[in-house]
Structures are given as structure tokens and as C-alpha cells.
């Protein structure tokens, strides 16, 4: 047989094409649901581990139904609109105007029964997208817990976004300075400023990963502050009225 | 086919030739660029060499098996097709298996399409001998990337961030009480290069063969 004749050529390069992709998509098809259920579960999981639940992957199912309380999907002015907010791709919204956007926001109960409420972040990285969920206390201010993760940075350098050193400091920072201004909370090159409550260590060698971080929190949670302000209204409302109440009693 | 035959001399120096006289790394120089970007910690060097191995084998035996067959002047798309379809069944089966795993890795998959040892030696040896032979070759030339990649991480990791394995060693010998502190250079590309330089450099004092002389 002589395999240099161009329609041999032609023909070898036709079935095998055929072959490779057959063979692929049907590989792709039969792996997809595994595939998508780990996804889920690890979003379920970093959801969790923003409030300092820490559970195994194949359990964060059980964990997520008692935890987060509440799903939200609300819209930049804080109204709040229909659909379900764990099955919004934020890739996706990211996209659109910001007036178009929907954002999902999670509410979780603790343990001590005060609520948390998780904003889930994403942005850019050196090489690709970034993510995140960042829990802020019932004090819209405090911050309970963050963690982050990424697609494809650099291992060693802005890939250790993903690791307890660096997320552990956002714990306690508040993203609202003394005049109730909104400040975020900023990665910084160099190290935080001493007793800053709005500055976190940046990782050395990765710093664009690091101002991604930064960027994204600052870029998210700006989005959600109607909604959030409007909740903290509500909560001091209530306050003053239980204290008018209790007062009057007396 | 006898059981000699299956080891024979010839066969035993495929494998063990790419380990250090013929090293892929340390002699041909290939596959320095995947040797900079994965080597900062030992954990996705282990597992990119795991990668590694197994679609070098994979793709020398499956082009091997085809060599008769394969149209000489599309030979090189073949072998792109072989090698880039192992990787994405590689990388599939790792995210619906083992999910931690495909994390680790992460890019690194696709870095092993580029990954110009697999190729080259689909080129050079694949191509012209029997699946054994080649299965033998791949292993070897894998092996060989392998522990350059694994022992220049070991540096790498140990002196840069006094971690192996993700395990603090010289935290645990107590070293930083006398005054010692990690090397932040070791963690940036460049310190590789001069990594991988050193194990050149050694391995040339020991194996004087490999000097070349103009």
C-alpha cells in the first residue's frame, strides 16, 4: 500500500479527524454530569468555607441546606427580582450592563444564630479569572470570612490566593471607614499597613493576581451596598423601635 | 517473542540512556520552558511527571501501532492529534474523577501539548520502531524529564519557601531561630534556569562523555 499517494493522505486525515472527535464528544458527554456535580460541590463547599464552615467536598451538600438560609437575587438599586441565585453564572453577568446584571447574594445563619451575609466575587487574574465569596457580619461592615480560588495563575506566586495564609487576614477588616465611606479592603505589595483594618498582606511575585483581588472585592461588593444599606436601615429602625417600646413600657 | 528479548540489552538502555547520558532535559535541553513554570513547588512537579509519563507512553505505543499507516507528509499533525487527544482524555477523566487532582494541575495539561520531548521522540523513535521499543523509550525519556523537573523543584520549594511537599521542614529543624530565612529569588522563574544550569554542570563533571570539544 502506498501511504503517500494524496488520496490515501486526504483519506487518513478525514476518517481520523472523524475518529478523534468521536471519540472526544462522546468522552465529553459521558463525563459532563460528574463533572458539573463537582462544580457544584465545590461551590457549595467555598460558599460554606467563607463562614468558616469547613467540610469535605461530598459532604457540603448536607452542610449547605443547613447553614445558608437564604438565597437572594437582587438587582444593582437592591430590589430584589426572581430566580435562583446559585444558578447564576457570574461570568456571565459580569458581562452585561451593570443595570442588567443580577447578583446573587446568600444569607447564612451560624451557629450563634447571627446572620452572615455572602457576596460571591469574581474578576481578573494575571491569566484568567478569579473568584471568590467574601461574608460580611450582620454589622454590613465586618468582614466574617473570604476565601478565593482561580482558574490558571501562576503556581507558587498569585495561585496562593487559594490558601488559608493569605485569606485568613481578611478576617475582622471592615470595608467602611470611620465616616461610613466605602473603602473595600485592599491587597497591598509590601505588606498591610500596621494596624490598618483595611489593608491585607499582598503576595510577593504575584502581585497582579493581588490587585485583581482587590479590584474584584472593591468592584463587587460596591454593586451590593443598596441592598445592603437598605438592610441596615431596617436593622437600626428596629432597634430604635424596641428601645421606643421598652421605654415606653417604663 | 521471547522474555530475553523482551529486555535485552538494547531495550534496557532505552529506558536507562534518557536518565542521564541521553537526558531530555539536562542534554537535548528540551522541555526547559515546562521545567520553569511548574518547578516552584514539589507537589504539580510529581504530578506533572506522572502527567508526563503516561502520555508519553501512551502516544509512543498508539503511533508506533499506526507508523505504517501514517501518511508522511501529515505525519506531524498525526502525532499533534495523538498526543492533544490523550491530554483532553487525560484532563477529562481527571475533572469527573479525581477533581483535587485536575485543580493541581490545572494548566499544566495543556502545557504538556507543547511539551516538544513528547513530540520529539514520537518523531525520532516512534515512527520508525515496534510499540515494546517505543513504550520502553517513552518511559525512559519521561522518567528522564521527570526527576530533573522533581529534583530542581526540591530546591526550589525547599529553599524558597522551606517547605517540601507542602510539609515545613526547616520550620520543624528550627532553623529560623539561628537566623535563616528563605531565598524569595528561588521562587521566580529565573532561578530555574540556573537550577537546572547547576545539574547540568554536575552531571557533566561526573559523566565527562558528555563534554562536547570543538
Known amino acids: ?250 | 517473542m521471547s522474555k530475553n528479548s523482551l529486555f535485552s540489552k538494547k531495550n534496557k538502555s532505552l529506558l536507562t540512556d534518557p536518565l542521564d547520558d541521553n537526558n531530555p532535559v539536562t542534554v537535548q535541553v528540551l522541555g526547559i520552558c515546562s521545567a520553569l513554570a511548574i518547578t516552584v513547588q514539589l507537589k504539580p512537579a510529581v504530578v506533572m511527571a506522572l502527567s508526563v509519563i503516561f502520555v508519553m507512553c501512551v502516544a509512543n505505543v498508539v503511533v508506533s501501532l499506526m507508523r505504517n499507516f501514517i501518511p508522511s507528509r501529515i505525519r506531524i499533525i498525526v502525532q499533534l492529534v495523538v498526543i492533544a487527544s490523550l491530554v483532553i482524555i487525560v484532563d477529562e477523566v481527571l475533572k469527573a474523577y479525581v477533581y483535587d487532582v485536575s485543580k493541581e494541575l490545572s494548566v499544566f495539561v495543556g502545557l504538556i501539548i507543547t511539551n516538544c520531548i513528547i513530540m520529539g521522540r514520537l518523531e525520532a523513535f516512534a515512527l520508525a520502531n515496534s510499540p515494546w521499543e517505543s513504550f520502553l523509550d517513552g518511559l525512559g525519556n519521561a522518567f528522564g524529564y521527570g526527576w530533573i523537573l522533581i529534583a530542581v523543584a526540591f530546591f526550589r520549594e525547599l529553599l524558597g519557601a522551606g517547605t517540601l511537599y507542602g510539609y515545613p521542614v526547616l520550620e520543624k529543624l528550627g532553623v529560623y531561630e539561628l537566623g535563616y530565612e528563605n531565598n524569595g529569588m528561588m521562587i521566580l522563574p529565573p532561578m530555574a534556569l540556573v537550577t537546572v544550569g547547576v545539574i547540568i554542570w554536575i552531571q557533566r563533571m561526573r559523566n565527562q562523555k558528555l563534554i562536547e570539544t570543538n
Open chain 1, 1 to 250: 500500500m502506498n501511504v503517500n499517494k494524496n488520496s490515501y493522505t486526504i483519506g487518513f486525515a478525514c476518517v481520523m479527524v472523524v475518529f478523534v472527535a468521536a471519540l472526544l464528544a462522546s468522552m465529553s458527554i459521558q463525563l459532563t454530569p460528574l463533572q458539573d456535580r463537582n462544580i457544584e460541590l465545590e461551590k457549595k463547599q467555598n460558599i460554606l468555607q467563607s463562614v468558616g464552615v469547613i467540610v469535605d467536598r461530598d459532604e457540603s451538600e448536607k452542610y449547605y441546606s443547613q447553614f445558608i438560609k437564604e438565597e437572594l437575587v437582587i438587582d444593582n438599586n437592591g430590589e430584589i427580582l426572581d430566580g435562583s441565585a446559585f444558578d447564576i453564572d457570574l461570568g456571565d453577568e459580569l458581562k452585561k450592563d451593570i443595570k442588567n446584571q443580577k447578583l446573587p447574594l446568600y444569607i447564612s445563619m451560624l451557629e450563634d444564630s447571627s446572620e452572615c451575609y455572602i457576596i460571591p466575587l469574581r474578576g481578573k487574574g494575571l491569566w484568567g479569572p478569579i473568584w471568590g465569596y467574601i461574608a460580611l457580619k450582620e454589622d454590613i461592615n465586618t468582614v466574617f470570612g473570604a476565601v478565593f480560588a482561580h482558574k490558571s495563575e501562576t503556581p507558587g506566586l498569585g495561585a496562593e490566593i487559594n490558601q488559608s495564609f493569605f485569606q485568613e487576614p481578611f478576617r475582622d477588616k471592615l470595608i467602611f471607614d470611620e465616616n461610613n465611606e466605602f473603602v473595600s479592603i485592599t491587597v497591598k505589595k509590601g505588606g498591610a499597613t500596621e494596624g490598618s483594618m483595611h489593608e491585607v498582606d499582598g503576595i510577593s511575585g504575584g502581585t497582579i493576581t493581588s490587585d485583581g483581588v482587590t479590584d474584584m472585592i472593591k468592584e463587587r461588593v460596591s454593586r451590593y451596598i443598596p441592598y445592603l444599606e437598605q438592610n441596615k436601615l431596617v436593622e437600626i429602625d428596629s432597634t430604635i423601635i424596641t428601645n421606643l417600646i421598652s421605654q415606653l413600657n417604663e
